[in-house]
């Protein structure tokens, strides 16, 4: 339904160009996020809107939010924190959809833990200081009572969500993903 919702926003926005346009450019992450847009341009659902379609993908918040400022792309995939920080600095940028929810997981080679108390004393890695899944994690604490310090939870940030992936395969215990 929201994949659906997705590609009904898309068209209804680029019906509302008059011509044909020669190309549209389409950022995502390398998550299943973008998955409804391979869809789209693999089923060619755009071809009335443009000539050619181009997905381009970001690998960080950082990357992303260049990407958006310098007009580099027409739609993207992003964060809802990024979106509103971006809305609120006054980019011309609209939300047509919030197409996912509940992606965030914590990934555990250990088959006791469940629950995040169970994680007390480990070090949780973590992609993107300050962004969507450090912000969501914190969230969690906080609303749970865990505060980091008493919790001995140590906090290892990585740049990218590729890197924090190969050092969970690498063997590191727990992965905020």
């Not at 926005?13 to 693999?42: C, Q, R, W």
């Not at 994680?119 to 200081?129: A, F, N, T, Y």
């Not at 980091?148 to 992936?165: N, S, V, W």
Request: hydrophobic share 45%; glycine share 4%; proline share 5%.
């Amino acid at each position: 339904m929201k994949k659906t919702l997705l590609i009904l926003s898309m068209l209804l926005t680029l019906s509302i160009a008059a011509e044909k346009l020669d190309k549209i450019i389409i950022a995502g992450p390398p998550a299943n996020v973008s998955d409804p847009i391979f869809k789209m341009i693999e089923d060619g659902v755009l071809k009335e809107f443009a000539n050619k379609v181009e997905f381009k993908m970001w690998k960080n918040p950082d990357q992303l939010r260049a990407m958006i400022i310098n007009k580099e792309v027409d739609f993207v995939a992003v964060p809802t924190n990024v979106a509103s920080i971006l809305y609120n600095k006054k980019q011309p940028i609209k939300m047509l959809n919030v197409s996912v929810w509940g992606i965030l997981k914590i990934l555990s080679r250990d088959e006791k833990v469940k629950h995040l108390e169970d994680l007390k004393g480990s070090e949780l890695v973590v992609p993107w200081r300050g962004d969507m899944p450090d912000v969501v994690l914190r969230a969690v604490m906080k609303k749970k009572r865990i505060e980091q310090q008493r919790y001995q939870a140590r906090l290892c940030f990585q740049p990218d969500g590729c890197r924090t992936t190969t050092d969970y395969e690498k063997g590191r215990q727990y992965l905020i993903a």
